[in-house]
């Protein structure tokens, strides 16, 4: 475990395995945690890189205006700098696009899932009632309704019940959430980024889109057109998940992942 300097601030990094190198990046108000089970599945072919975002787990606070696609150049500078495979889940996945837009020589292989991009806007009711009150629980210094609006979005998703999410993984979520909430209440400014959800085309293969069928409308239409967008893009959705796919459907994730970070393009075809 170590830490990265980056302007302002600083990002906690963990490594563990040997091999072809892979970038995990969280998804938004969870942390490196979320990837443990990953982790332990990917490090015995490849070394593991994975970190915490600005005002997440164990980094510092954002304390102004920053760019996540910078923030990885800065982690891959440090720990591979030759370039790595990336795989991101929803902010995570945001953040790979903008930086495969402006490093693809950096990009061995890329893997969104549950993507957004940068640029992209919210129309699922469901998504846009809870965003109100998520702005309404901050405005209380309501961290555990904060917590809540995020978990109904993104945990459970617009098409279960609390009841019906897995109650470990609504509780790890959970515990990754509230340490924003309670950690990081300070964080301040803009994130820089570059209207990627206006460059889909752009991308280039070898790419995986995983998302699950539970997730938001929002969600799935943009993985259809990230895939509709890149030729020879390969795209997986599994029945039984929502937005969290990786802690969601593990089996079912590692079944789809593993393989595609394992294969390699013939010589010349990057």
Do not use: K
Not at 191 to 215: Q, S, Y
């Amino acid at each position: 475990m170590a830490r990265i300097t980056v302007p302002n601030g600083e990002l906690f990094l963990d490594e563990r395995g040997q091999g072809t190198p892979v970038v995990l990046l969280h998804g938004g108000l969870l942390d490196h945690r979320m990837w443990d089970a990953t982790v332990e599945r990917l490090a015995a072919a490849h070394r593991v890189i994975r970190y915490d975002a600005r005002s997440h787990g164990r980094s510092t606070s954002a304390a102004g205006d920053y760019s996540p696609a910078e923030d990885l150049r800065a982690v891959l500078g440090a720990a591979a700098p030759e370039g790595a495979a990336v795989v991101g889940l929803s902010l995570g996945a945001r953040t790979a696009i903008d930086f495969a837009l402006r490093w693809p020589d950096l990009v061995e292989r890329l893997v969104l899932v549950s993507p957004g991009a940068s640029g992209m806007e919210f129309a699922d009711p469901f998504i846009v009632d809870l965003q109100a009150q998520q702005v309404e629980a901050v405005q209380r210094a309501d961290a555990d309704g904060f917590v809540e609006s995020f978990l109904r979005m993104w945990v459970d998703g617009p098409q279960r019940r609390p009841d019906e999410t897995d109650p470990g993984v609504r509780a790890a979520c959970r515990r990754m959430a509230m340490t924003v909430a309670t950690d990081h209440y300070t964080a301040h400014g803009a994130l820089l980024e570059d209207r990627a959800v206006d460059r889909l085309a752009e991308l280039r293969p070898p790419l995986l889109v995983v998302t699950g069928a539970l997730d938001s409308t929002d969600i799935l239409r943009l993985s259809d057109a990230i895939i509709d967008a890149v030729p020879g893009a390969a795209a997986v959705r599994i029945p039984t998940a929502a937005h969290t796919v990786p802690l969601d459907t593990p089996d079912a994730f590692h079944a789809a992942v593993v393989p595609f970070l394992a294969a390699r393009e013939p010589q010349g075809q990057r």
